[in-house]
Every structure is written in structure tokens, then in C-alpha cells.
């Protein structure tokens, strides 16, 4: 069992064994099902998270509010024409399509089609957009994906341990913040490295994060939402980068989550999902808000 | 301190956009099918605070029809259920409303209605695809569910006699299915006893239909697909 960072590397250091490895274990502690049952469910889940990236990508549709779901088209037609487009393009090819698969996947969720939530729903892109993007670039196997599961929810474990993953109790930083510590985490030891250079990833990947308001126009799981969740995903591969090539995050992780929960505990309500603070209070986030008739959402106390 | 699952944090599987207002609303319309132990022909939801709110925008009143015809929250067919309802001949009715303020403010009234009962069931959405249904016909209940598909639910009423939930827990033992969550409450108005049980391993449809033929036992509804 581990409880935190610090536990979490003591438990690999122990049993000479990756930070995956160690999540399987645990997870086998804690329910009588067999490891083989364990990696069924998880190759299941991944099957969900492809299936909804390429679901939105061969049936684009609008959410009922009219605000998301022209972003796939647009993101995909780069992926598909990469070669073409590569010299105009800041980013690789990888770092596109991870912005693909997050975005899609936020898309889908609005406009109802089946996701895996990983963490939450609002935060559901990150983890297919790092798998999907560096599925290619990597080479990765579908075994190594699941891998990739068991790291982030590893992180996801020490993270709703120590603070929270919820928009309502924490803010962003606790939704898409946590989701680029654990995609930062999965793509930095999918790639060979220690389980204390895969702390420093999601301790990169989550500083970064800090202070991120939840204000969702009309109470939506949409905007800024998914977006957000792309441009996340891309935060996930630099956070990796940076500690690929050896750079440390200065704070510990579990320093750094528990700084993240501080934050979420001095945010207002107004910026943790009640729709009543951030963008979610723009002029054009409350035109939206007064044409579905959300516009009461943040007054009652429990709609966060 | 909580001990978080895997699955706690890889999961659930779900129909979006939101775990309150979308999973856990299908779920609450599955609990309320299985208690109803009928096909209803006609529906009223009355939806109470957050819920009357903002439905719309959530796809709340479509999860929570769906559930009504039995879909589970990671069901694809939540998005099309105000057709299939109409093909399906079911009437169903939204209407904001309020319950009161002992209510959580994810509530829902679902008054269920065939040719020769009705029943009305309340259900709230506590957050997170958690749900807990507090009134069946006007008598408090608290049983609780989770729109996650990490365990299986299975939902089992019987006559109030002795020995009744030993036959159902010794018919599981038999199965070799493993128990995690067990809540019963009395239905003093029928005179019988109502159980949810979270199960490791699903049932099987001939599994659920033994069960049934137990004697005393009046139903037993799976809330999540069954094995194969």
C-alpha cells in the first residue's frame, strides 16, 4: 500500500519494481481479483478511451449548446496532413495528435457519447490525448498503454489521498492539473526512466497548474473545459521532456500536491464550478448561459 | 483515510457530460425501474433544485428516461432516449419542481405508472455517479448505488419473513460471488423487504432467474449487464 509520494517510492525501491508494477500490486491487495482480471478491465478502459477519440473524429457533431465540437475537424485534418503542414507547425506530430485525442475526447463527453472518465469527466482528455499522441512516436504496445494507466493512476491515488481531483473541492488544478501530473508521470516512465524522475514529471506537470480556476460557462463541461484539456495534454509531454533530460522539480511531489490543496482550500466558490466567477461571468459566457437557461446554476449552494 | 481503487481513478466507463447530473441520473431511473418491477407505460419526473435547474443543459431528463428503460450509465443509447421512448410507447413527462428543502438539490420525484400500479420514488445525485434513493412511496428508505460499473448491483426484494436474505447471500456464497455492500429496508406498506447488493462478479441471466424461483423471493433485477 502507499499513501503518498514518498510511500510510493519506498514500495518500488523495496521491491525493485516500476511505479505500475506497484499499482497492479496494490490493486490486487485491495480487490481478490486476479492480476489477469486487473489488466482485462484496464485494456477495456483503454479500448473506451480510443473508441471516443475516434468516434469524434468520424462523426463530428455540435454540443446542444452550440459551443463545442469544431475543434476535432480541425485538429484531426492536421494529423492527417502533417507532412504537408509540418514546416508551417510549431509542434511535432505527436504533440498534435495529443491535442487531437484530448479535444476529441472532450467533444464526445458534450455531445453524450460514452467516455472514460480519468480522472473526472472534465479532465477525461488529457490521458487518451498523451496515449494517442505518443502512441506512434514511441511505438508503443498495447501492454505498454496500460502501463501508462497504471503509473497515472498511481499519481491519481497520491493526488485524491493528499488533496482532491474534484473541479468543486479544488478548481481546475484539481481536474486538468491532476491529469497532466499523471499524464506527465505515465509518458516519463512508459519511456524507461526511475520512479523518482517520474515524480519529478508529475511535479513538474502539476506546479504548472497551480491556481487554475474552475469557471465553466453555464455550469458545461465545455468551455474552457476542453480546450483546455488539449493544450494539457501538450503540458503533460514538456513537463516529461524536462525530466527525460534530467530536470528536477525543485519542490516534492507531495510537497507540491499538498500545496495544491492549500491553493483549492483559499479559492472562492466563485471559481470552483458554480459558474459564477472567471470566464463563466464574461459577457459572452453569460449570453450563452442566458440562452439555455443555465443562468441560475451557482445560486443554489449544491449545484457545485 | 479513504483507500482509493484503481478503478476509483481509471473509470468510470459513462455517457457524458457529467458524472452528477448525467450518470448518476441514469442510474437513479435504473433503481427506479427495478423497484417498480414492471414496464411502465407512463412517466412524471419532478426535478427539484440543480436538477430542475439546469436538466437541459446536462442531458439530465434524457439519463434519467433512459435509465427508466433500464440503460446503465455507460449505455450509448442515454442519447436517444427520448426516441426510443416514443417507439417503445412510454409517455414521460419533466417538470421542475420542488421537493422541499430536506431534499439535496440533485433530487428527483419519479412517479411510474402501468395499467394496474404506480409508484413514486425519490432519488437524489450526491455527487460524483454516487447516488442514495430516499422515499418509496412515501416511506424513507436510504439505499444507496454508484453509477460506476466497478462492481455489479444487484437489486432483490422479498417476503418479510425469517431466514430470507440467508437464502439470498447462501445462493451467491454458492455462486462463489463475493459480496462488497449489502443494505436492506423494510417496505412496510407491501410488507417486504428491499436489498441492493454490490456483487465482485455479475450474475448470469439463468443465475438471476434461480434466484427468483427461491421461495419467498418476489424479484431479483441486475443493474448492470449481466455475464455472458
Known amino acids: 500500500m502507499f499513501h503518498n509520494g514518498k510511500e510510493l517510492l519506498q514500495r518500488c525501491e523495496e521491491n525493485s519494481m516500476p511505479i505500475w508494477d506497484v499499482m497492479l500490486h496494490y490493486e490486487m491487495q485491495m480487490s481478490p481479483r486476479s492480476k489477469e482480471e486487473i489488466w482485462k478491465m484496464l485494456d477495456e478502459r483503454l479500448q473506451v478511451m480510443f473508441d471516443s477519440v475516434d468516434s469524434a473524429i468520424q462523426n463530428p457533431e455540435l454540443s446542444p449548446s452550440g459551443m463545442v465540437g469544431k475543434s476535432t475537424p480541425l485538429l484531426a485534418a492536421a494529423v492527417r496532413d502533417y507532412k504537408k503542414m509540418e514546416k508551417e507547425l510549431l509542434l511535432n506530430e505527436a504533440c498534435i495528435r495529443a491535442m487531437l485525442g484530448a479535444v476529441a475526447t472532450g467533444e464526445n463527453n458534450a455531445r453524450m457519447g460514452v467516455i472514460l472518465a480519468f480522472p473526472t469527466a472534465g479532465a477525461a482528455g488529457v490521458l487518451p490525448g498523451v496515449i494517442y499522441g505518443a502512441k506512434h512516436k514511441l511505438d508503443l504496445t498495447r501492454d505498454q498503454m496500460v502501463q501508462m494507466m497504471l503509473t497515472a493512476s498511481a499519481i491519481g491515488i497520491v493526488i485524491a489521498n493528499t488533496a482532491t481531483l474534484s473541479g468543486a473541492a479544488g478548481g481546475c488544478q484539481a481536474e486538468v492539473g491532476s491529469a497532466t501530473a499523471m499524464a506527465a508521470a505515465a509518458l516519463t516512465e512508459v519511456r524507461g526512466k526511475s520512479p523518482e524522475t517520474t515524480l519529478h514529471a508529475a511535479a513538474l506537470a502539476l506546479k504548472n497548474m497551480i491556481g487554475l480556476a474552475c469557471d465553466p460557462i453555464g455550469g458545461l463541461v465545455e468551455v474552457p473545459c476542453i480546450k483546455r484539456n488539449g493544450i494539457g495534454a501538450v503540458f503533460a509531454m514538456s513537463a516529461s521532456d524536462m525530466a527525460y533530460l534530467g530536470v528536477e522539480s525543485f519542490v516534492p511531489f507531495d510537497e507540491v500536491v499538498r500545496a495544491m490543496r492549500e491553493v483549492g482550500d483559499l479559492m472562492s466558490p466563485k471559481i470552483r464550478e458554480t459558474a459564477l466567477g472567471g470566464l463563466a461571468m464574461t459577457p459572452t459566457g453569460q449570453a450563452v448561459a442566458e440562452r439555455m437557461g443555465l443562468l441560475h446554476i451557482g445560486e443554489n449552494p449544491c449545484s457545485k | 483515510m479513504s483507500t482509493f481503487s484503481l478503478f476509483d481513478i481509471a473509470g468510470p466507463i459513462m455517457v457524458g457530460p457529467s458524472s452528477s447530473h448525467t450518470a ?43 435509465g427508466v428503460m433500464k440503460f446503465a450509465p455507460n449505455d450509448a443509447r442515454i442519447k436517444t432516449a427520448f426516441e426510443l421512448a416514443r417507439e417503445k410507447g412510454l409517455d414521460y ?79 451467491l456464497g454458492d455462486k462463489d460471488i463475493r459480496i462488497v455492500n449489502m443494505q436492506s429496508c423494510y417496505l412496510a ?28 423471493i418476489l424479484f431479483a433485477r441486475s443493474l448492470s449487464k449481466i455475464a455472458a
Open chain 2, 93 to 171: 413527462v419533466f417538470e421542475p419542481g420542488n421537493l422541499g428543502a430536506q431534499h439535496h438539490p440533485n433530487t428527483v420525484r419519479i412517479t411510474l405508472e402501468c395499467e394496474d400500479r404506480k409508484m413514486e420514488i425519490i432519488g437524489s445525485s450526491i455527487g460524483g455517479g454516487n447516488i442514495v434513493m430516499t422515499q418509496i412511496n412515501g416511506f424513507d428508505v436510504h439505499l444507496t448505488g454508484n453509477s460506476a460499473e466497478q462492481y455489479f448491483t444487484l437489486v432483490v426484494e422479498n417476503e418479510n419473513r425469517p431466514g430470507m436474505l440467508a437464502k439470498v447471500t447462501g445462493f
Open chain 2, 24 to 66: 448518476g441520473a441514469a442510474k437513479i431511473g435504473q433503481f427506479a425501474r427495478a423497484i417498480f418491477d414492471a414496464t411502465p407505460t407512463k412517466v412524471h419526473f419532478l426535478l427539484h433544485g440543480s436538477f430542475g435547474e439546469v436538466y437541459k443543459g446536462h442531458a439530465t431528463d434524457r439519463a434519467l428516461l433512459g
Open chain 2, 189 to 216: 406498506f407491501e410488507n417486504k423487504v428491499l436489498s441492493v447488493l454490490s456483487i465482485e462478479t455479475p450474475l448470469t441471466l439463468t443465475d438471476l432467474l434461480d434466484l427468483e424461483k427461491v421461495e419467498g
